[in-house]
């Protein structure tokens, strides 16, 4: 498991995303699944007629934190884009393993299936900080 990974599980699945839209910033907090095979993509579903999917058509640039742990560990960027998947819900619910996203979440496949890419990051925590970059 890499240093990315490790601090993206320390998350429990939740961060903060934050759009941009006329320029009116907002910050949702919101679940997520990690993919296993491509760690810089992560999963997230919303329902379709939200604030946050008016943001993401207008812009789909986002700057997220994952929420820290107890050693203040967490992800953050400014260099990441949320868009619509390709995907379907089959293809991802296994990543979801916080069992609070499936309360706040009892019907996620009829939500928009969101694909958050990472392009870079900063591991912080309260020891330092380490700057990732990924592969286009």
Known sequence: MTLFEEYAQAARGLL???TEK???????????GL???HP?????VSQPNTGKMADLKANDKVAIMTVMNENGARIESNRATLKPSDKVWDD???FFTNPVFHKNHPHPEEEVLLELTIHAARLASYAGNEVMTFEA
């Open 22 to 32: 006329d320029g009116q910033p907002s910050l949702r907090i919101m679940g997520f």
């Open 35 to 37: 993919d296993p095979e």
């Open 16 to 18: 903060y995303v934050a």
């Open 40 to 44: 810089n993509h992560w999963y997230l």
């Open 92 to 94: 991802v619910k296994d």
